[in-house]
Structures are given as C-alpha cells and as structure tokens.
C-alpha cells in the first residue's frame, strides 16, 4: 500500500473511532457510500480529490488532516494524487489550527475536470493559477482565469475545477475554514 493510501487509511479509522461514528453514520454525515468508506479505511481503495474532500467536510476536519497527518515537519508534507492521476494535490503548509487555512498546490491534467461539493459553511477560497488557464465553475457561472489571476469565491457551494486546454494546470487553493473550532488538528 502506498505510503498517502495508508496514511489515509488509518487516519480515517481513527477519526471516525474518535467521533464515535458507525460506518452507517460516516456515510450519512459524508456523502460517501458505505462501502467506499470501508474500503479506504482497508487501504482497498484511493478515493477521488473530489470524495476525499466528501469526507473532510463531513468530519468537519481541513483537507489536508487526511493527507498530513497530525504532525507535520516543514519540508515533510505529501502530496495525494488521485487514482487516474487526473488531479493532484499537495499541501504547501502544514493545516494551521491558529490561522485555519489550507495551502494547496493543485495540478490538473489536459482537459481533465473536477466537481467539488460544497466545502463547509462559511468557507472562502481563493485560486491562483501558476501555468495554464482555469476554467472555474462556481453555482451557474463559468469564469476563466489566466496564468497569474487570482479569483476568490464562496466555496460553500458545488463547484468545478476544469483545465480547458492541452497543457498542464497548475493553481493554487487557499481555503479558509472560517467557522471551525480553533484547535483539532
Ligand atoms: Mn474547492
């Protein structure tokens, strides 16, 4: 098992033993089925970006608890690509529990799209496209963002990530969790 798929793995089993959830409830508060949740937590399986971002909102936790674990060295943070390598993502800066935002370090491949649920309540991101050009849906509006464009949204809502051309995306996403507790991470 790769070492993110097994990091993922245990830190899902221990963050739904500490919430004292069912797989049943799991699924309920996640949006992700039963049988999936089973699977990540047996290592049997490398979810999407898009359902890893299912089961943070759920569990109420950033993003990036699931892929740095609690502790995080400077310099020592890994990044998760999903199974057809489509879209990556990396942290750039351990979660902050003080500051309670994510850095992440998004790649997306020629042509590949990403639908993301809505993140939790109150939540702001802000996109930086580094190399490329974002096409960035957010409710009914379609935006393009160039190489070097900065937009921020309500990230509260659906919205999707799509690489309208041949070459590499490359964007970064700061997401601020405004209405989570100080310190869980
Ligand atoms: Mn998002």
């Known amino acids: 098992m790769a070492d993110v798929q097994q990091h993922l793995s245990s830190a ?98 020629a042509g590949a799209q990403s639908h993301s649920s809505p993140h939790e309540a109150g939540c702001i991101e802000q996109v930086v496209v580094i190399e490329g050009e974002l096409l960035l849906g957010v409710g009914d509006l379609w935006r393009r963002l160039q190489c070097g464009e900065a937009f921020q949204f309500s990230a509260d809502v659906a919205h999707s990530y799509r690489n309208p051309l041949n070459t590499p995306l490359r964007f970064h996403s700061l997401i601020h969790y ?3 507790p100080g310190v869980t991470n």
């Open 12 to 109: 899902l089993r221990q963050l739904r033993q500490a919430n004292g959830w069912s797989l049943t409830l799991a699924a309920e508060r996640t949006g992700v089925s039963k049988a999936m949740l089973g699977q990540i937590e047996r290592g049997e399986s490398s979810p999407t970006v898009a359902t890893l971002w299912k089961i943070a909102t759920g569990f109420n936790v950033p993003f990036s608890f699931f892929i740095n674990g609690r502790v995080v060295p400077a310099g020592d943070v890994a990044g998760f690509s999903q199974p057809n390598a489509e879209m990556s993502v990396q942290p750039l800066l351990p979660y902050d529990p003080q500051l309670r935002f994510d850095l992440l370090a998004v790649e997306l491949a």
């Open 178 to 180: 405004l209405h989570r």
